[in-house]
């Protein structure tokens, strides 16, 4: 069982960035993809950004397209979000999670091993 560890959460201003991460802790991190989620309350999780197996490929929601970038460090069993320019539509508590396969999808129901989420404020 893979247990996800979100971090990097806050509160910031509007235009300011943070750095989510996500440490995967026990079961096989190598070899499958993560994603990265966020909701707010009274909506459905959605798609944020995903990333395969080597990070030779991601995917990006349209609403935070051109402003963040996924990564992954292997050696760390770790993922990385990394948002810039953020905006109070930003806010929600982000998850992260593995997926079920090598490939990066945008499918909530591709992903498993969901972290307990870590709460992004942006304040206007």
């Known amino acids: 069982q893979v247990h996800a560890v979100e971090s990097g959460g806050g509160l910031v201003q509007a235009g300011d960035s943070l750095r989510l991460s996500c440490a995967a802790s026990?079961?096989?991190?190598?070899?499958?993809?993560m994603g990265w989620f966020r909701q707010v309350p009274g909506k459905e999780r959605e798609f944020v950004a995903s990333?395969?197996?080597?990070?030779?490929?991601?995917h990006y929601a349209d609403s935070v397209k051109g402003r963040s970038t996924i990564s992954r460090d292997t050696a760390r069993s770790t993922v990385y979000l990394q948002m810039n320019n953020l905006k109070p539509e930003d806010t929600a508590v982000y998850y992260c999670?593995?997926?079920?396969?090598?490939?990066?999808?945008?499918?909530?129901?591709?992903?498993?091993?969901w972290g307990q989420g870590t709460q992004v404020t942006v304040s206007s």
């Open positions: 990333i395969n197996w080597s990070g030779s490929r991601t």
């Open positions: 026990g079961g096989i991190f190598r070899g499958y993809a």
């Open positions: 999670a593995r997926s079920k396969d090598a490939t990066a999808s945008r499918v909530r129901s591709m992903y498993d091993n």
